[in-house]
């Protein structure tokens, strides 16, 4: 089987999630044995379609831009048994880049009306090539992707060349959880099961859909929470990774929240502690960490015997937290206090590791 896999993301190696799932869908087709080429199209040039169906007069089946499309991709469109076609999801539907592509394939359709089903229609010049579509979003909803499925079940369902849809939500997360791993998985096993099989089996779909956001509020408060501080440092999500921060806390809530997430429970295998907070400034109010057998559990109040009590300003800490300042300074400063088993303080970053 000869596949061409179009990319459609402006993102690059590292930072697209359209390309990490395109990656996997694209390595098990070729461990199926089908051949597979991957085209970028941030690195091509595509002119919109001007509307001048000069490929359906003067030059039939030829388009008058000579550009990329015209010399190198659409005859391997042309060529190909299989399209993926991978693209975020841009205000619910393809992106433009993918557009274009999709525009340009004009020539394979010849100008004359036919009737089919009840419906007038323009008679192809070719075969059209089977499809698969795939995109990714960040919201957590599978449904965001209704409109966009709508649209292609139309354009490329109507024919029965749609092989197979793949759509993952809350993509950008796909690394911060332990499901993000089998997920990737499964969309390298639909791979295999498109070239193989001609479709995507509901078990392995259900395995790429699987909904591993539980808590949707928590989700978008800590969505929030990485956005307010791209803001405050006035970066972009790309320099964020890049720089290796991490999201501010702005609550007792919120900082519960991203300890947990960033606890290292295989750093905690020996521990048995409860953690105090007492604190003052922005945000007032106590909570404490109970970590016990590699787990965790953060509560706000006040713990009966806590074996680790840190009182301090609320910013105080979260520039520690944050590494806005050093730890140790601050601690020489007396900018915030310590009392109880000292040790803990100097694996915290160990516990909180992730």
């Known amino acids: ?12 190696e590292g930072e697209s999630k359209t390309g990490l799932l395109l990656n996997h869908l694209v390595q098990g087709m070729r461990e199926a044995g089908a051949e597979v080429e991957v085209v970028e199209l941030r690195k091509k040039k595509i002119r919109y379609c001007s509307g001048c169906f000069t490929c359906w007069t003067k030059t039939p089946g030829q388009c008058i831009h000579q550009d990329d499309m015209t010399k190198e991709l659409f005859p391997k469109w042309l060529a190909a048994d299989l399209v993926v076609y991978a693209t975020p999801l841009y205000h619910y539907t393809v992106n433009a880049n993918l557009k274009a592509f999709i525009e340009r394939t004009l020539p394979i359709l010849e ?20 499809a698969v579509f795939l995109s990714v979003a960040g919201f957590p909803e599978q449904s965001v992707f209704d409109q966009l499925s709508a649209w292609v079940r139309f354009i490329f ?3 029965g060349n ?10 950008e997360s796909l690394e911060y959880f332990e499901k993000g791993r089998a997920i990737l998985a499964a969309v390298q096993q639909a791979g295999r099961e498109i070239v193989v099989d001609s479709a995507v089996s509901p078990e392995t779909m259900a395995l790429i859909t699987e909904d591993f956001v539980q808590d949707k509020k928590m989700f978008r408060m800590m969505g929030n929470l990485f956005w307010k501080t791209c803001i405050a440092e006035k970066i972009t999500p790309k320099e964020f990774g890049e720089k ?6 702005d609550s007792l809530e919120t900082f519960m929240i991203l300890m947990s997430m960033g606890f290292n429970p295989k750093a905690a295998q020996d521990v048995k502690a409860v953690m105090q907070f007492h604190f003052s400034g922005e945000v007032e109010g106590q909570c404490y960490f109970r970590i016990e057998n590699g787990q965790i559990t953060t509560l706000q109040g006040e713990a009966e015997k806590p074996d680790l009590t840190i009182s301090t300003p609320f910013e105080v800490w979260m520039d520690l937290l944050t590494g806005k300042a050093d730890g140790q300074q601050l601690f020489m400063e007396q900018k915030y206090q310590v009392s109880g088993d000292l040790s803990l303080l100097l694996r915290f970053k160990q516990l909180f590791g992730k």
């Open 162 to 171: 749609l092989v197979a849809e793949i759509y993952r939500s809350a993509a």
């Open 111 to 130: 100008p004359f009306f036919e009737e089919r089903d009840g419906v007038t229609k323009h008679p192809l010049r070719q075969p059209f090539p089977r």
């Open 1 to 12: 089987m000869k596949i061409l896999a179009v990319n459609s993301s402006p993102r690059g």
């Open 157 to 159: 369902g109507r024919h």
């Open 244 to 249: 290796g921060l991490m999201p501010r806390p």
